[in-house]
């Protein structure tokens, strides 16, 4: 039998690590554009259902265009959507590694800014009596409290993504349907992504020497599910759905309501629409 001439997994991955760093050092201008002509790796041509990424052989990515919407007048904080995220995902059960996360935004009488902290402070972690449990301290309890609210944070899934254009290796890609992805076999592990994101919503996985973050899960939407976030929100605060669809509950939640996203000065463009936040938030 003719030995398969395919280059294994971590010789590609040590190979493309030489030419991104390669990149770095030769400038980004020139090292793109050698990256370029490496065939498959600056640009993604097929969709992940083609390229056997996710088992959606009969999904149509041209015919979707996907959005979220968060609610912060109804979330409580319960953190059930980060609880099902990382059991959907297999994000690693510790208070550092998060594909989706809330934050508590708490105006004190008297204080002008807002005191901000997550499940990862410190606090909060010694209040659930594990790293694997995710809680709010009831560190306010004896405060004068004047206004609070919780924020759910995620990756954005911009129109202009940063993470897309620093990416040496064109492994971070955005989708036809709106959703940029990561393609691990390709990943080298550089982390240019995850400083570039302004939102913090990449994280690095240190076990596998990859970048990580929210693809509002894509293995699930298109399925014609719901990703696992939206369905553990008990109080519906996170919203999902398909732009394409003038009756989808993310279209009927944009229309309704007076949508704000996060850094608009970026120019990044989000797809994330909140409502029920303040400028501390923006």
């Known amino acids: 039998?003719?030995?398969?001439?395919?280059?294994?997994?971590?010789?590609?991955?040590?190979?493309?690590?030489?030419?991104?760093?390669?990149?770095?050092?030769?400038?980004?201008?020139?090292?793109?554009?050698?990256?370029?002509?490496?065939?498959?790796?600056?640009?993604?041509?097929?969709?992940?259902?083609?390229?056997?990424?996710?088992?959606?052989?009969?999904?149509?990515?041209?015919?979707?265009?996907?959005?979220?919407?968060?609610?912060?007048?109804?979330?409580?904080?319960?953190?059930?959507?980060?609880?099902?995220?990382?059991?959907?995902?297999?994000?690693?059960?510790?208070?550092?590694?998060?594909?989706?996360?809330?934050?508590?935004?708490?105006?004190?009488?008297?204080?002008?800014?807002?005191?901000?902290?997550?499940?990862?402070?410190?606090?909060?972690?010694?209040?659930?009596g594990s790293e694997k449990e995710f809680r709010f301290a009831n560190r306010y309890k004896d405060a004068k409290v004047d206004k609070a609210f919780f924020v759910p944070k995620l990756c954005n899934q911009c129109t202009h993504p940063p993470c897309v254009q620093v990416c040496p290796v064109g492994a971070t890609y955005r989708t036809k349907d709106g959703v940029v992805l990561i393609d691990h076999d390709y990943c080298i592990g550089c982390r240019y992504c995850v400083q570039a994101c302004p939102y913090g919503a990449r994280l690095f996985n240190e076990e596998h020497g990859v970048s990580d973050k929210c693809t509002w899960c894509y293995h699930r939407i298109t399925k014609g599910m719901q990703p696992a976030c939206v369905e553990a929100c008990p109080v519906g605060a996170r919203i999902f759905g398909d732009r394409m669809d003038k009756d989808s509950a993310i279209n009927l939640f944009i229309r309704n309501n007076r949508v704000q996203v996060l850094r608009p000065e970026t120019g990044n463009a989000p797809n994330v629409f909140y409502i029920g936040i303040d400028k501390e938030v923006l």
Not at 109 to 127: C, F, K, L, Y
């Open 1 to 128: 039998m003719k030995k398969d001439s395919k280059p294994s997994l971590a010789a590609r991955r040590d190979f493309l690590g030489k030419l991104g760093r390669v990149a770095s050092c030769t400038g980004a201008v020139a090292g793109i554009a050698a990256l370029a002509a490496i065939p498959g790796v600056s640009a993604k041509t097929e969709s992940p259902a083609e390229s056997g990424s996710f088992p959606t052989k009969d999904y149509d990515w041209t015919k979707h265009q996907w959005a979220f919407g968060v609610d912060a007048f109804k979330c409580i904080g319960c953190l059930r959507c980060v609880e099902a995220c990382k059991r959907e995902n297999n994000v690693m059960q510790d208070a550092h590694h998060f594909r989706t996360w809330v934050e508590r935004y708490v105006y004190l009488e008297g204080e002008v800014s807002a005191r901000v902290d997550s499940q990862q402070d410190p606090v909060n972690i010694e209040a659930s």
